[in-house]
């Protein structure tokens, strides 16, 4: 049985996979405003994350460089939320 191809709206406000294996570079790329959670790490670790751990997942960044993953996870996830919820704002005004 076929369906109905899905609603490209639907699709659009699907949150984003992200997860301790995706690529700190893939974020970035992706969601460019998530760049100020890296920065601000920078400032707690004294290590540019995005300079010496751009090629890493965010895990192993995460172990490599001593920062707490599953909080800068949650942080990504508000910060592409929020970022998504504005869109959707300014796109029905």
Avoid at 9 to 34: F, K, M
Avoid at 62 to 88: D, P, S, V, Y
Wanted: charged content about 20%; aromatic content about 6%; glycine content about 10%.
């Amino acid at each position: 049985m076929q369906g109905n191809p899905p609603d490209p709206g639907i699709i659009a406000e699907t949150p984003p996979v992200i997860n301790a294996e995706t690529v700190i570079l893939d974020i970035i790329s992706d969601y460019r405003h998530t760049e100020t959670i890296f920065k601000r790490l920078e400032e707690e670790t004294g290590i540019c994350i995005l300079c010496q751990g751009l090629f890493l997942s965010l895990g192993d960044a995460a172990g490599q460089f001593g920062f707490n993953g599953a909080k800068t996870l949650r942080e990504i996830h508000a910060a592409i939320h929020e970022n998504m919820c504005q869109m959707k704002g300014s796109s029905q005004r």
